[in-house]
T-cell receptor, first 115, second 114 residues
Framework: DGGITQSPKYLFRKEGQNVTLSCEQN?????MYWYRQDPGQGLRLIYY???????QKGDIAEGYSVSREKKESFPLTVTSAQKNPTAFYLC??????????????FGPGTRLLVL | AQSVSQHNHHVILSEAASLELGCNYS??????LFWYVQYPGQHLQLLLK??????LVKGIKGFEAEFIKSKFSFNLRKPSVQWSDTAEYFC????????????FGKGTHLIIQP
C-alpha cells in the first residue's frame, strides 16, 4: 500500500525531554510537511521540506527541529523548548516541491501528551 | 501573511438539509484553494480543490465549492447531506508560485442528525 505512515500513534513526553515523531512516505513525493492541530485552531505549519537536505521554518517552528536526510523520511523532534507540546501532529507530502498546484496528502497523525 | 476564516465552528443539520460552509481568505494574489475533511478516526483527506479555470469545482461525495474572486470566498456546498457527512471540514489556501505549506482555517465541525 502506498501512503504516509506516522509513528507512534500516541506519544508521552516528560518535562525537559526531547521526543521524535516519525513520518515516512512511499509515494516518491519530493515535498514533506509537518502541521500541528489544536482544538479550535485548525492546522498550523511547523516545518516543510521541498527537497532532500533542505527545509524551511513554518509559522510555528520555535521549539521544534527537523531533518530530511532521505526522501522518504521527515522526522520531527519536539524539544524541551516547546512549552506547550500537547497536540495532534500531522505529516503531509506532495509530489513536487516548488509547484504550488500539488495536492498535499496527510498521514494518520501522532497525538503527543505531556506527563 | 495570508489568513483563512471559516465562519461557523459548529454546524448541526438534519439529514437531507442543504449545506453551505463559508470560507474567506485574505491573500490578494493568485491562490490555490482546498477543502479537506476529517471523518471521525480517519486521516485528513482532500474533498476538492481549485487551481484555475471553472470557478465551480466538484469534489467527492457530492460536494462542490465556488470560487468567487471578488469576494475572496470559496464556500463549500452540498444540496442534501447525509449522516455520514458528520466530520470536521477545513478550508485551506496556498499562494500561487510556491510550495509553502497550506494555511488552514480553524475548521467547522459538522454534525448531521439522523
Amino acid at each position: 500500500d502506498g501512503g504516509i505512515t506516522q509513528s507512534p500513534k500516541y506519544l508521552f513526553r516528560k518535562e525537559g525531554q526531547n521526543v521524535t515523531l516519525s513520518c515516512e512516505q512511499n509515494l516518491n513525493h519530493d515535498a514533506m510537511y509537518w502541521y500541528r492541530q489544536d482544538p479550535g485552531q485548525g492546522l498550523r505549519l511547523i516545518y516543510y521540506s521541498q527537497i532532500v537536505n533542505d527545509f524551511q521554518k513554518g509559522d510555528i517552528a520555535e521549539g521544534y527541529s527537523v531533518s530530511r536526510e532521505k526522501k522518504e523520511s521527515f522526522p520531527l523532534t519536539v524539544t524541551s523548548a516547546q512549552k506547550n507540546p500537547t497536540a495532534f501532529y500531522l505529516c503531509a507530502s506532495s509530489l513536487a516541491g516548488g509547484s504550488f498546484q500539488e495536492t498535499q496528502y496527510f498521514g494518520p497523525g501522532t497525538r503527543l501528551l505531556v506527563l | 501573511a495570508q489568513s483563512v476564516s471559516q465562519h461557523n465552528h459548529h454546524v448541526i443539520l438534519s439529514e437531507a438539509a442543504s449545506l453551505e460552509l463559508g470560507c474567506n481568505y485574505s491573500y490578494g494574489g493568485t491562490v490555490n484553494l482546498f477543502w479537506y475533511v476529517q471523518y471521525p478516526g480517519q486521516h485528513l483527506q482532500l474533498l476538492l480543490k481549485y487551481f484555475s479555470g471553472d470557478p465551480l469545482v466538484k469534489g467527492i461525495k457530492g460536494f462542490e465549492a465556488e470560487f468567487i474572486k471578488s469576494k475572496f470566498s470559496f464556500n463549500l456546498r452540498k444540496p442534501s447531506v447525509q449522516w455520514s457527512d458528520t466530520a470536521e471540514y477545513f478550508c485551506a489556501v496556498i499562494p500561487g508560485g510556491g510550495a509553502d505549506g497550506l494555511t488552514f482555517g480553524k475548521g467547522t465541525h459538522l454534525i448531521i442528525q439522523p
